[in-house]
């Protein structure tokens, strides 16, 4: 029986990455929906639920996309709230590949080590990426801080993640390289996850900062986010400080999002959403 995957993706045309990890991942057809939205879901659910029975529904599975996550984590909220008693399918989101990046590069700084009571600021913490990394900070125990442009989206994406995750994040404001500067003075890790192509710290001001011990950069494109950690780092150590870059963390994100993918059609019970995500993100950093 073929491995069905259908692709719910909240944006005007389905994601090509998606597709393309998903085949990777051993789907052997997958067919992309866009513009999905919880008013129009219900159909499409419909016919992954109704279609198969017993064991043959595993070779049916659902994966949320786009570059929303708010409207990601609604729609997949809908789906599941749709399931009932036997008629469900195993689902995914991970929109604009929040959770398998951010659950990459945090899985890649806790490996080995613990956490607990660390400082960890996530620098432009604001978006799909920077909330996810901040919520699996939280659940290891860090105290965390997010930054942003404006103080006020920093604090209203805190509260956000706060009611997702129920830790504790502190918002802060990051618009300047002075700003910045301040708001990861005490910080033993730092997480830069600004968009893409964007330069979010100097290398003058971590190096020189005694209390910083792990850095991460999920920006592939030049200029980087982190000034002085290279795309390809991978627990490189710089007089103390170990740095992860882009592709050093991109490595594991697409290898993680194929065993999501994979696991998806083990069962038809599988809800991989953050905290799923995250634990297989450990279990194979
Ligand atoms: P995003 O939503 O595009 O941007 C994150 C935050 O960056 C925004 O919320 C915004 O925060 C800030 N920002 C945007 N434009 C800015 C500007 N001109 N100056 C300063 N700050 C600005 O990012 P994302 O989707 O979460 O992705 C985060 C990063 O992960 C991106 O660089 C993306 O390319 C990368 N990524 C990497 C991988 C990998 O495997 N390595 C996979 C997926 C994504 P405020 O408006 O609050 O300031």
Redesign the pocket.
Known sequence: MKKLLFLFDTDPVPSVFDTVVGYDGGADNITGYAGVTPENVGALIDGCIYTRGGKDKQNTAIFVGG?N?AKGEELFETVKKHFFGPFRVSAMLDS???N??AA??VALLAKGRDLKGKKAVVL????????RAAGFFGMEGCDVTI????KD??DE?AKVIEKRFGVKVSGAA??TDEERAEATKDANIIYS??????Q?LPKSVWENNPNVELLAD????PPL?IEGVDAMDKGKDYGGKIAYG??G??GL??KLHRECIAKLFETSEGVYDAEAIYALAKEMA
């Open positions: 570059g996550m604009n590949g929040s398998t990046t990459a590069g432009a913490g604001t978006g799909p990426v920077g909330m930054t942003s442009r404006t989206r920093a994406a990051g618009a996850a600004g968009a893409i192509g964007l979010l999920v920006n592939a494109q986010g882009a592709l963390i991109g994100k697409l």
